[in-house]
């Protein structure tokens, strides 16, 4: 695998901030913008210390989470709402994995205990762009940990 090569693959996982993760003949690839369980076709921008970023060419098969169409107009098009595809729980599922993994990173011990949803919304079809509550404690850095999570709008 080398730079400007071309590949069509299943994007397996996605990491914080909207990074498929898939592999191709063993080796870890990179691709902004996708979601798991779509097959892409993607080209190879930078491969480097084992490690190799793509760039997204094109969106071959819907994973099977997402819902037929989008509700925004212009989804698709603008970039902004990579996750509205999917349904409102597949979206937190996916947001609660990469909260974790990123409070793993950085705190020894902890105790997640989910995101709760904001009261005032009501209307599931277009639900995105809001503010979460997440409850988190700490046994260590309980404070700034703490504040930080909570002043997070995903």
């Known amino acids: 695998m080398k730079k400007g090569d071309m590949f069509e693959a299943v994007v397996e996982t996605i990491d914080f901030p909207n990074k498929g993760i898939l592999h191709v003949d063993g080796e870890r690839v990179i691709v902004k913008n996708a979601i798991p369980g779509q097959k892409v076709r993607f080209v190879v921008n ?14 071959l098969e819907k994973s099977p989470l ?7 107009p212009h989804f698709g098009i603008c970039g902004g709402c990579l996750y509205q595809s999917l349904p409102y729980e597949e979206q937190l599922k996916i947001k609660e994995g990469q909260i974790k993994a990123l409070l793993d990173e ?38 700034a ?10």
């Open 106 to 143: 950085v705190c020894d011990s902890y105790e997640f205990e989910g995101i709760k949803q904001a009261r005032f919304l009501t209307d599931t079809a277009t639900r995105w762009n809001f503010p979460l509550e997440m409850n988190i404690r700490m046994d260590r850095w309980h404070s």
């Open 145 to 154: 940990c703490t504040a930080a999570a909570a002043s997070m709008i995903l």
């Open 66 to 72: 997402e819902r037929s169409e989008g509700t925004c």
């Open 46 to 59: 930078k491969k480097r210390k084992g490690k190799c970023e793509a760039r997204l060419l094109e969106v």
